[in-house]
Structure formats: structure tokens, C-alpha cells
């Protein structure tokens, strides 16, 4: 059974850094690409970010380019998301979720449970 | 505001059929990425409803099906029940921003 767990939320203040993981489970880690996408309260689903299986690709959002790094370990079947300069804006619930890929256009077919950031004084 | 444009709210009664829009441009639906899916009920981890427009993955019930034309997309559910109650997102891919957009979501209300 594929399984995403993301640990690492939790309360900073604006300007702090904090640091997302997802363990993953059940399916060859390094073959997929992963995404992280996010949830604002009261708002939609914004990807964030993503990373090829090698690791040796990776994409962000214009939100969030220059900020936030994502990795991953092959090793140890986990992905992870450094957030640094973190804004009020980025208060949300942030998902780790495996990628699938169709003629060029890629898609969600699996999602951990999320993980709440919240960016406050 | 989002790249793809979606209803913020349908509603129906059970039995019945609704449908929500996905409205994209020429920089995505338009340019030829696909249209996926998502249903997602607050407080649990969305899924993945439909894939390449008019895929649906094993599991998903055949009162769900999708459709593109141009730069839009639409999200068919016939014989509304309950457990539909939920958001639903369109997502695609977006050559200019290179990056995957989302729309707004739509609020499925079960009268």
C-alpha cells in the first residue's frame, strides 16, 4: 500500500525557517517524482514544489523560489522541504504526494495527509 | 486568483446530475495538457478522480467523468449521493509559469 506521512509543521514566527519531511512507503521511492502542494486556510490547492526520482530536477513555484529547497533521500525513501524567510502567507496545510506523468502532463495520483505550518508573531 | 477558473459552488439533490467547469487558457488546457481531477473532503488527504481529461483510476464509481474541449474542461457526477459532498479541483500544467496550476475549487453541495 502506498503510504506519504509529512512531519515537521508547526508554529514560527515570520522570518523563521522550518524544515518539512514525508517518508514514504510501499512503491519503488527513487522511480517517482514527488510534489509538495499546499492549502492556505479557506483557500485552494497551490503546488509548491517538486523533484524528479534522481533528485538531479528540481521546480518551484514563483511564490516560494528562493526560499524553499526541496530534496530527497533514495536511500531512505524520504523527501523533504527547507523553508527559510517564511512569510504569514505560507501558513497552510502542506501535502507530500506522489507524481504520475501522462504525454507531458503530470498529476497526483497519491497524497500523504498533510502537515499544518503556521507563520505567526 | 487562479490560473484555471472554477465555480466557486454547485449544488443539486440526490439523483441528480451536475457539472463543473474548468476554464483555462492557451498556455494550458488550450496547449494541449491534460485536465485532472481531485476530490477533496476537508481534514482528509484529497484524491485523485480523474486523470487525462477522461480517466478514471480503479475504484472511482462510473457517475464521475470528465471531458476537455479547447481550453476547457468539465467534471461530470450523475446520480448525486451524500458522500459526494465535497471540493473539487481541476489541475493541468502551464507552459508559460512552467509549473502546475490548480483552479479555485468548487463546493459540491447534496441538497
Known amino acids: 500500500e502506498v503510504q506519504l506521512v509529512e512531519s515537521g509543521g508547526g508554529l514560527v514566527q515570520p522570518g523563521g525557517s522550518l524544515r518539512l519531511s514525508c517518508a514514504a512507503s510501499g512503491f519503488t521511492f527513487g522511480t517517482y517524482a514527488i510534489s509538495w502542494v499546499r492549502q492556505a486556510p479557506g483557500k485552494g490547492l497551490e503546488w509548491v514544489s517538486a523533484?524528479?526520482?534522481?533528485?538531479?530536477?528540481?521546480y518551484y513555484a514563483d511564490s516560494v523560489k528562493g526560499r524553499f529547497t526541496i530534496s530527497r533521500d533514495n536511500s531512505k525513501n524520504t523527501l523533504s522541504l527547507q523553508m527559510n524567510s517564511l512569510r504569514a502567507e505560507d501558513t497552510a496545510v502542506y501535502y507530500c504526494a506522489r507524481e504520475q506523468l501522462w504525454n507531458l502532463s503530470p498529476f497526483i495520483d497519491y497524497w500523504g495527509q498533510g502537515t499544518l505550518v503556521t507563520v505567526s508573531a | 486568483q487562479s490560473v484555471l477558473t472554477q465555480p466557486p459552488s454547485v449544488s443539486g439533490a440526490p439523483g441528480q446530475r451536475v457539472t463543473i467547469s474548468c476554464t483555462g487558457s492557451?498556455?494550458?488546457?488550450?496547449?494541449?495538457?491534460?485536465v485532472h481531477w481531485y476530490q477533496h473532503l476537508p481534514g482528509t488527504a484529497p484524491k485523485l478522480l480523474i486523470y487525462?481529461?477522461?480517466n478514471r483510476p480503479s475504484g472511482v464509481p462510473d457517475r464521475f467523468s470528465g471531458s476537455k474541449s479547447g481550453t476547457s474542461a468539465s467534471l461530470d457526477i450523475t446520480g448525486l449521493q451524500a458522500e459526494d459532498e465535497a471540493d473539487y479541483y481541476c489541475?493541468?500544467?502551464?507552459?508559460?509559469?512552467?509549473?502546475?496550476?490548480f483552479g479555485g475549487g468548487t463546493k459540491l453541495t447534496v441538497l
Open positions: 492557451s498556455s494550458n488546457i488550450g496547449a494541449s495538457y491534460a
Open positions: 487525462a481529461n477522461t
Open positions: 489541475q493541468s500544467y502551464d507552459r508559460r509559469l512552467s509549473g502546475w496550476v
Open positions: 523533484i524528479s526520482g534522481s533528485g538531479g530536477s528540481t
